[in-house]
């Protein structure tokens, strides 16, 4: 079974940091591009970054960039977000979201549970 | 950037009734749509993708097609578990995007 299962998350101060894992399993992460996705509460679905089954090619919405850091360890089966500099815009509930096998152009066919991530003083 | 605009934000219907719902790309896409229906509290459900090819799994009275720029999600017969809100999102062009949203609501 497919599955994506995603950690993490918690209450940071605006300005702080925070990493997100997103374990898989019941299939090849190597052969995969990967995405996060975030939903602010109350709010709809945006893509936050992807990356490339290799890890090569990594792509974020211009919100993120220059803050947020989406990386891989397929030896590990696991997908990353390094979340600096954080803001209260930030808050939202993070998915993890399988892409294609071995291209970008594909939607998400597989989601995690989410993570919560609230940035609060 | 590629706006996604759907229509409407929501609606109101009861069991048994078509359901239509409009996804407007700003510019061209292609067929590189997709649909997710999301429940509340739980993540997305993939619905359909390619403009028209339905999931595996995904029940049949769930039809997608396009017409240029304008995409439509088509509920043939409503059903209870079919109350959520559903969003279109564009894979063509980074930045991907996701339209606002339709919530379909019991009537």
């Known amino acids: 079974e497919v599955q994506v299962v995603e950690s993490g998350g918690g209450l940071v101060q605006p300005g702080g940091s925070l990493r997100l894992s997103c374990a898989a399993s019941g299939f090849p992460l190597s052969g995969y591009w990967m995405s996060w996705v975030r939903q602010a509460p109350g709010k709809g679905l945006e893509w936050v970054a992807n990356i490339k089954e290799d890890g090569s090619e990594k792509y974020y919405v211009d919100s993120v960039k220059g803050r947020f850091t989406v990386s891989r360890d397929n030896t590990k089966n696991s997908l990353f977000l390094q979340m600096n500099n954080l803001r209260a815009e930030d808050t939202a509930m993070y998915y993890c979201a399988r892409g294609g096998l071995y291209t970008s152009a594909w939607p998400f066919d597989s989601w995690g549970q989410g993570t919560l991530v609230t940035v609060s003083s | 950037a590629i706006q996604l605009t759907q229509s409407p934000s929501s609606l109101s219907a009861s069991v048994g009734d078509r359901v239509t719902i409009t996804c407007r790309a700003s510019?061209?896409?292609?067929?590189?749509l997709a649909w997710y229906q999301q429940k509340a509290g739980k993540a997305p459900n993939l619905l359909i993708y390619d403009a028209s090819t339905l999931q595996s799994g995904v029940p049949s009275r769930f039809s997608g097609t396009d017409s240029g720029a304008d995409f439509t999600l088509t509920i043939s017969s409503l059903q209870p578990e079919d109350f959520a809100t559903y969003y279109c999102q564009q894979f063509h062009n980074y930045p991907l995007s996701f339209g606002g949203g339709t919530k379909v609501e019991i009537k």
């Open positions: 510019q061209g896409i292609t067929t590189a």
